[in-house]
Nanobody, 118 residues
Framework: EVQLVESGGGLVQPGGSLRLSCAAS????????MTWVRQAPGKGLEWVSG????????TYVDSVKGRFTISRENAKNTLYLQINSLKPEDTAVYYCTKYNGRGAMDYWGKGTLVTVSS
């Protein structure tokens, strides 16, 4: 059974940092394109970052470039998102997602809430 479990969210002041984790089971994250998406209060889903199966290509939405870093630890089958220089507009529920081999998102976790506020 495929499962994705996010953790690491919390309340942080503007300018602060967090590291989000996504523990995967039931498949190997090294074999699939993995992403982080987020949903701000009252808004739709926004793709934030992705990493290809080989781990050689990382992509980011423009609003987080230079502040967010996606990574993974294959031995732990865990995906990470390091988020620095947080802004209030980064407040959202963050989800990690798995893509199937045909370019479609097929699994996601329950999310972890990041709140940026002074």
């Amino acid at each position: 059974e495929v499962q994705l479990v996010e953790s690491g969210g919390g309340l942080v002041q503007p300018g602060g940092s967090l590291r989000l984790s996504c523990a995967a089971s039931g498949f190997a994250i090294s074999s699939y394109y993995m992403t982080w998406v987020r949903q701000a209060p009252g808004k739709g889903l926004e793709w934030v970052s992705g990493v290809n199966s080989g781990g050689t290509t990382e992509t980011y939405v423009d609003s987080v470039k230079g502040r967010f870093t996606i990574s993974r630890e294959n031995a732990k089958n865990t995906l990470y998102l390091q988020i620095n220089s947080l802004k209030p507009e980064d407040t959202a529920v963050y989800y990690c997602t798995k893509y199937n081999g045909r370019g479609a998102m097929d699994y996601w976790g329950k999310g972890t809430l990041v709140t940026v506020s002074s």
